[in-house]
């Protein structure tokens, strides 16, 4: 997992979900059915997001900025943001 997991695992948790995730797979389970959290590097993010193949993705503004693509920035910080309760 690369250094963005923990800040991404916090704001999983903080929206509500419970994380769970196996040492062997690219795909976190949730406390959620019908959410699954795949793991994809952050430079990878937006396009997979853009294309429709994820619903939505958290990654580094720079990413999305330096991609070019066109998709929505819904939370510029984590850290000053309120975060909607996914569960």
Known sequence: MGWLWASTLDVLTRAGLEIYLSERSY?????????????????????????GTLDAGLTGLDWVLESGLDVVNRFASTRTCDLPNLA
């Open 27 to 51: 795909v976190a389970r949730s406390s959620q059915p019908k959410v699954e959290c795949p793991l994809i590097r952050a430079q990878e993010m937006a396009r997979y997001v853009e294309h």
